[in-house]
């Protein structure tokens, strides 16, 4: 009698524990009825372009992040257990926060929680963070704008480093244009390999 294979519950990235919709705790948040409404839904792999890049081109100062439009925060996870970093999560959806508790606790780790939507983050709070990642935020057209100004806000309350990652849309390279003709931004072609194979963009404005 042939065995069946048992479903695979996760995949490991950058020594981070990353569960699919399968995982037991994760099908447990989900009989609880917390269902994500702005796609909040899954593991974005642009989360994973971030890891791998601040992996290999670290900050100086990497204290305080804000991980912004977080969904199930992997990316700013990682940067909680690997950089020692405080982070804040940052979604407007606050049914994603029990996943992102599944996802941090299966790594020993923990962020802090903000609901908040892009336009209401102001220039005094964006002033209290270091570095602000985001992955896949610019999905919608009418995204661009509230995305880009975030940025203008970042630049001008003196966030380090910014970091925006996507699977190149036409939306977000509309929005890291105007950040490469306001802010000397960078883009940059990513991808990674192994047991998450992702690739797409990362848009860099170091703000030192």
């Known amino acids: 009698m042939t065995q069946r294979t048992p479903a695979r519950t996760h995949r490991t990235f950058r020594k981070l524990v990353l569960p699919n919709a399968s995982h037991p705790a994760i099908r447990r948040v989900r009989r609880h009825g917390n269902l994500p409404t702005i796609h909040g839904n899954k593991l974005w ?3 994973c372009l971030l890891i ?3 992996q290999k081109h670290p900050s100086d100062v990497c204290d305080r992040v804000i991980d912004v439009g977080c969904g199930w925060g992997i990316a700013g996870i990682w940067c909680a257990r690997e950089l020692g970093a405080e982070v804040t999560s940052v979604d ?3 049914n994603v926060f029990p996943y992102l508790d599944v996802v941090a606790e299966l790594n020993g780790a923990s962020t802090t ?4 939507r892009f ?3 102001s220039t005094a709070q964006l002033a209290q963070f270091d570095v602000l990642i985001a992955a896949d935020i ?8 509230p995305v880009f ?5 970042a630049v001008k309350a003196g966030v380090k480093r910014i970091l925006i990652a996507d699977p190149e849309r036409p939306t977000f390279h509309e929005m890291a244009q105007r950040c490469v003709d306001a802010h000397c931004a960078d883009v940059l072609e990513w991808q990674t390999r192994g047991s998450v194979e ?4 990362i848009m860099v404005i170091e703000n030192a």
């Open 92 to 94: 407007a959806d606050a």
């Open 52 to 54: 791998d890049y601040l």
């Open 198 to 201: 992702a690739r797409g963009a």
């Open 149 to 153: 100004n975030m940025v203008n806000r």
């Open 113 to 116: 929680h903000c609901v908040k």
């Open 138 to 145: 610019c999905f919608w057209d009418d995204l661009v704008d």
């Open 45 to 47: 792999k642009s989360s």
């Open 119 to 121: 336009e209401q983050l």
